[in-house]
């Protein structure tokens, strides 16, 4: 004969709290946590990010100063001596020997003519009465080169001028002054190799002779004449 068993309401109550507190003592232990997850994935850990972005302005860069000389800044106080002695190197044209300050009598019948114009501060090459060649030149300081009427009298590769131990390419002589030559040429080089007035073109720079840039008086050079008139005026 089957017997009900009665449970009274206080110890059905401490059978339950009995169970909740074995449930959750499992739970809290890692051990039986194991067992728990394999009903279901565990959280993917996360990283603390331990940087952050910072706004850093990038430096402006400062241009280096370039050094432009006004038109009116006077030039170098090292200028060429009025008609330097000179010595001959690998000449290829006899000189005429020193005398007055008059043109040589040299016969030309060509057609070419060299004007100089101090007031522009150029030159002028004419062949045939067309402007062939026009230049940037620099005269004598202080009204030094001579107004007049000459012709190329000497053509000497690079002349040498002692006074100021410099050497003038491309040598023109055109007069005399004082039983020395005057002349036209390039831009002297000093004994360590450095070229004078540069920069300076365009402007009184010399005490006498006519100063081109060294591929002008190249140029002039080569198209040169003995005899070839030249013309220097205001």
């Given at each position: ?25 499992m739970a809290a232990s890692p051990a039986n946590a194991s067992l728990i997850n394999i009903f279901g994935p565990s959280p993917t850990p996360t990283q603390e990010n331990l ?184």
């Amino acid at each position: 004969m089957n017997r009900l068993v009665r449970i009274s309401p206080g110890v059905l109550f401490l059978l339950c709290m009995s169970a909740g507190l074995a449930l959750f003592f499992m739970a809290a232990s890692p051990a039986n946590a194991s067992l728990i997850n394999i009903f279901g994935p565990s959280p993917t850990p996360t990283q603390e990010n331990l940087w952050g972005y910072a706004n850093v302005p990038k430096p402006a860069s400062t241009p280096t100063p370039i050094l432009v000389l006004p038109s009116d800044t006077p030039a170098p106080a090292v200028a060429e001596v009025p008609a330097l002695e000179m010595e001959i190197v690998e000449q290829d044209a006899a000189s005429t020997a020193p005398g007055s300050s008059a043109a040589p009598d040299l016969s030309y019948t060509g057609s070419k003519y060299i004007l100089v114009d101090i007031s522009e501060q150029h030159m002028y090459v004419y062949e045939g009465g067309a402007l062939v060649y026009s230049f940037v030149a620099s005269t004598g300081i202080g009204n030094s080169t001579r107004i007049g009427n000459f012709q190329v009298q000497s053509k000497i590769p690079n002349a040498y001028g002692s006074t100021w131990n410099i050497w003038m390419p491309h040598w023109l002589g055109i007069y005399w002054s004082h039983g020395l030559e005057n002349g036209i040429h390039a831009l002297p080089i000093l004994s360590n190799g450095a070229v004078l007035w540069a920069g300076f073109l365009g402007r009184p720079v010399s005490y006498g002779c006519v100063v081109l840039g060294t591929y002008d008086a190249q140029v002039l050079y080569d198209w040169a004449e003995l005899g070839t008139p030249v013309e220097i005026q205001w």
